[in-house]
């Protein structure tokens, strides 16, 4: 085993010049030990310890005092470590270097580093893994979305985000995952559009955790893709959502978005989420919102100002901005327009 500074030869090395020097064959050396010759194939090839036992029956039959051999074996297994150790240093430098890093440290979530090794130090603690590389596995990182992949930024990211909501959602209590509670409450969960900012995070906080939902708000990392992330932690569901903007509408589409993977039953797939899985996750939150039936009545009607746009969320029960937000988004009217009746949300992140 090599590595930049570091080469662990096995023993058997050592074992295997003492038989070409007495022209021994493994089967008359493996004889004479009184082992397989399984067993001293895999010795030469350092597959297995050398033991003290060994050690003694190789003075006996090498002549080479059983002391030498232990410490050929503690210095392999020494180097072994560092080898191991550096080769897993160098993957995760290069691992490191897709994160965000600056951001994480602007928002407190890692220390600034002096240099490159320190820095993979903070997002091994960061994340609680030996090595960065293991990031890749879906047990660690079961995020409702699509696949994640460790060798791209926009990736790494969202990573970053599921990690930080999780550590928040440790100081969150929650009852127990109630997902049929969760679907009935959902009137009453749709009636907290109409709240001001300064009421909103901390009701629909309080609600989801009824629900064994714990909420959390994140900021936006440069680079992700996606708005939220909704995972399985112990005993809760997590919800993270990145406010990217503070328009009402946005958010609780994306907070929508998010329980459509609780309620659709996407958490804790292995594959993470297909697209046929987000397209229904976005057209469950667009229904409970608005319904499709109501919204394409709406449309159908073909008045957008701005009376007809109040008349009709007041008919609804939910905020002005939704309608306007849905509006914007299916090409109604441009983006540019009934912006002043969306409010604005100021979410501490």
């Not at 090794?117 to 990182?141: D, G």
């Amino acid at each position: 085993m090599k590595s930049r500074s570091y080469v662990a030869t096995p023993p058997g090395a050592t074992i295997k010049e003492q038989l070409k020097d007495r022209c021994m064959s493994q089967k008359e050396f493996a004889a004479r030990m009184d082992m397989s010759e399984k067993h001293i194939s895999k010795l030469i090839n350092g597959d297995v310890a050398l033991t003290p036992e060994t050690a003694v029956r190789l003075e006996m039959v090498l002549g080479v005092p059983a002391k030498f051999w232990n410490n050929l074996e503690a210095i392999y297994r020494e180097k072994i470590i560092k080898v191991e150790a550096e080769n897993t240093m160098d993957a995760d430098i290069v691992i490191s270097k897709q994160f965000p890093y600056v951001e994480m440290v602007k928002y407190g979530w890692v220390p600034k580093s002096k240099g490159a090794k320190e820095r993979v130090v903070y997002l091994r603690k960061y994340f609680e893994v030996v090595a960065l590389s293991l990031l890749n596995n879906e047990r660690i990182t079961k995020i409702a979305c699509r696949k994640l992949d460790i060798t791209e930024k926009s990736d790494l990211a969202v990573i970053a985000l599921a990690q930080e909501a999780k550590i928040r959602a440790r100081n969150v209590n929650t009852l127990t995952i109630n997902v049929k509670g969760l679907i009935s409450a959902l009137p009453e969960i749709r009636k907290l559009t109409l709240l001001k900012s300064e009421d909103f995070c901390a009701k629909i906080k309080k609600y989801l955790a009824e629900y064994g939902i714990a909420l959390i708000f994140l900021p936006d990392l440069k680079g992700t893709r996606v708005q939220g992330v909704t995972f399985m932690d112990g005993n809760k569901v997590v919800v993270g959502i990145a406010v990217k903007e503070n328009d009402s509408d946005k958010i609780w589409f994306s907070l929508l978005h998010e329980l459509a993977h609780i309620v659709l039953g996407h958490i804790d797939q292995p594959d993470g989420t297909s697209i046929e899985d987000e397209k229904a996750a976005d057209e469950w939150s667009d229904d409970v919102l608005i319904t499709a039936e109501d919204f394409e009545k709406f449309r159908n009607e073909h008045d957008y100002s701005e009376k007809s746009v109040l008349n009709f969320a007041d008919e609804q029960g939910v905020a002005p901005g939704i309608v306007v937000g849905r509006m914007q988004s299916e090409g109604m009217i441009s983006h540019n327009k009934l912006n002043n009746l969306k409010e604005k949300y100021d979410i501490a992140v």
